[in-house]
């Protein structure tokens, strides 16, 4: 072990487990059940983490349309096992959980009653980097005592950190902001897994001279780059990181903690975790884990995306390429619609490949290739180029502003003030439009995010409609009769 690792005051390294949210988010679309999560939820407070991310990003979506559960009972019911690990949320700033940006009244409801049902931390990010998106969620994170980690979305325009827009001085420049703005933590939110391993002992190194609360990072395993990564992110004086339990860790997901907890062993950043505890989690999930096996990718034999380190397009966006060109029977064409990528990103201001902005800049791109630059535009790319998403990294090119915004209906001339400022509050409407349908603020909220969905579950919830079979739990009993079957089936074709 080298000198920087064994030599020292011990500074163990801190970890955030995102095993209930973004490693089956990442690996197995996001379709994790409460129910599987209960049996280990004890044990899991033993461990040790700094905290655990159990909601937010895509669970509220998948939760309530996918899976027909509550997307608030869940912090409620894992309350009730964890009592001394810290639960974190990822909130999308003022898209919250949703797709767009929602009117102040909607947000600062949303954080009141997250708060209320067990948040204590806010991983708070948005997609351009827009700080003014913050405004109104933190002001309701730090009225209730809550923790507020300002997230920093990493992106690059080149194959390595620099360039004329995302370089060092722009992402320490945006970390100060945060402190600026009460950060009680900064996080480095790399949601591509495209943060290579000395561009972050750079940013890491420099970041600790000019940042006075701690630093944390978030990687995807997505190019094979994570752990190495880590590593030297630990060397720079990173004090924490995020991983998963190793069945639903790596490919597009988190490293695994396990083989860190052994590297880390005897050095000044050692975890301290117990190896043995966590091998006795890693054998539950994977007893549960055929219930999800039908979500886990399987069509090529790597575990990591090569193509990312090239092309820096984050595997959820090239899933929904590959779907919309699918469709429009021009798969064919996947390579021109990556080259296009750049352009068109470039072009709309430069925006960090993440949810919404990755699957905005996604369509547009598709759009250009099939039908010619620009000739039909989706409702998204006008709402962004007017500032309804808010500020852009880079200016949007002049000709292509005038081009998209060409009859808009909110007018031509982009507005430059803080997005939802330009938003009417929304709540009083929506109770009036779900009227005794939503029994309670939770219920209200749910509709306000996701008006036709929503709608929909609270029926299910209700009981005015039956919850169709696809929304169902699966039994490990159900996977075993499907099992019989094939091979059944495998017999009588071979006979």
Request: glycine letters at 6%; aromatic letters at 8%.
């Given at each position: 072990?080298?000198?920087i690792?064994k030599?020292?005051p011990?500074n163990p390294l801190?970890?955030?487990?995102m095993?209930f ?5 990442s690996?197995?679309a ?11 939820a ?5 461990v040790g983490?700094?905290a655990m991310?159990?909601?937010g990003g ?5 939760m309530?349309?996918f899976l027909g ?8 019911t894992l309350k ?16 919250l959980v949703g797709y ?7 947000a600062?409801?949303f954080v009141d009653?997250?708060c209320?049902?067990g948040?204590d ?5 948005d997609?351009l980097?827009?700080?003014?998106n913050?405004?109104?969620v933190?002001?309701?994170i730090k009225?209730?005592?809550?923790h507020?980690s300002g997230?920093?979305c990493?992106s690059l325009t080149?194959r ?7 370089n ?5 420049s ?9 950060a009680?933590?900064?996080?480095i939110?790399?949601m591509?897994g ?6 972050i002992?750079e940013l ?6 000019e940042?006075?609360?701690p630093?944390h ?6 190019s ?6 880590y590593?030297?992110?630990i060397e720079a ?27 880390l062993q ?8 117990d190896?043995n505890?966590l ?6 999930i ?11 990718a399987t069509n090529?034999m790597?575990?990591i ?12 966006m090239i899933?929904?390429?590959?779907s919309?060109?699918?469709?429009a029977?021009a798969?064919h ?5 990556h080259a296009?990528?750049p352009?068109t990103?470039?072009?709309l ?9 990755s699957?905005i800049?996604?369509?547009?791109a598709?759009?250009n290739?099939?039908?010619g630059k620009?000739?039909m535009?989706t409702t ?16 949007v ?9 060409k ?5 031509e001339?982009?507005?430059?003030g803080?997005?939802?400022d330009?938003?009417?509050p929304e ?5 009036k439009?779900?009227g005794d349908?939503a029994?309670?603020?939770?219920d209200?909220?749910t509709y306000a ?5 929503g709608?929909q579950?609270?029926k299910?919830k209700?009981?005015?409609e ?17 099992d019989?079957?094939?091979e059944?089936?495998k017999?009588e074709?071979?006979g």
């Amino acid at each position: 072990m080298n000198n920087i690792m064994k030599e020292g005051p011990k500074n163990p390294l801190k970890i955030q487990d995102m095993t209930f949210r973004d490693g089956h988010q990442s690996n197995l679309a996001t379709r994790m059940r409460t129910e599987d999560m209960i049996p280990i939820a004890e044990q899991m407070d033993e461990v040790g983490f700094w905290a655990m991310e159990v909601w937010g990003g895509a669970t509220f979506d998948t939760m309530h349309r996918f899976l027909g559960e509550d997307p608030w009972e869940r912090p409620k019911t894992l309350k009730k096992y964890l009592k001394k690990t810290p639960f974190s949320m990822l909130l999308r700033g003022q898209n919250l959980v949703g797709y767009r940006n929602y009117a102040d009244d909607v947000a600062r409801a949303f954080v009141d009653k997250a708060c209320e049902i067990g948040i204590d931390i806010f991983m708070v990010f948005d997609a351009l980097n827009d700080f003014r998106n913050f405004q109104t969620v933190v002001e309701r994170i730090k009225a209730n005592g809550k923790h507020f980690s300002g997230n920093i979305c990493y992106s690059l325009t080149e194959r390595h950190l620099g360039g004329d827009v995302f370089n060092l001085e722009y992402f320490t420049s945006k970390c100060k902001q945060l402190e600026e703005m009460g950060a009680d933590t900064i996080r480095i939110k790399d949601m591509a897994g495209i943060v290579a391993p000395y561009d972050i002992y750079e940013l890491i190194t420099e970041l600790k001279k000019e940042i006075r609360v701690p630093i944390h990072l978030h990687t995807h395993y997505t190019s094979g780059m994570a752990s190495m990564t880590y590593l030297k992110a630990i060397e720079a004086g990173v004090d924490i990181v995020d991983t998963c339990l190793a069945p639903f860790a790596m490919r597009t997901a988190m490293p695994a903690i396990e083989p860190l907890v052994v590297t880390l062993q005897g050095s000044q950043r050692d975890i301290g975790f117990d190896l043995n505890k966590l091998l006795e989690l890693d054998t539950y999930i994977e007893t549960i884990a055929p219930k999800y096996r039908d979500y886990l990718a399987t069509n090529r034999m790597a575990v990591i995306d090569t193509g990312v380190l090239a092309h820096q397009v984050p595997g959820g966006m090239i899933s929904n390429l590959i779907s919309q060109l699918k469709e429009a029977n021009a798969l064919h064409r996947l390579s021109e619609v990556h080259a296009e990528i750049p352009i068109t990103r470039k072009e709309l201001g430069t925006p960090p490949l993440v949810t919404p902005t990755s699957q905005i800049v996604g369509v547009q791109a598709v759009l250009n290739v099939l039908l010619g630059k620009y000739k039909m535009i989706t409702t998204q790319v006008k709402d962004l180029v007017y500032g309804l998403y808010g500020k852009t990294p880079t200016p949007v090119d002049p000709e292509i502003q005038k081009k998209v915004l060409k009859g808009y209906k909110r007018g031509e001339t982009p507005i430059t003030g803080r997005a939802a400022d330009f938003i009417e509050p929304e709540l009083d409407e929506d109770r009036k439009k779900i009227g005794d349908l939503a029994k309670t603020e939770e219920d209200l909220l749910t509709y306000a995010l996701y008006p036709t969905t929503g709608e929909q579950f609270l029926k299910w919830k209700y009981g005015i409609e039956e919850r169709p079979d696809s929304v169902k739990s699966k039994t490990l009993e159900d996977v075993k009769r499907e099992d019989e079957l094939i091979e059944k089936a495998k017999a009588e074709a071979k006979g």
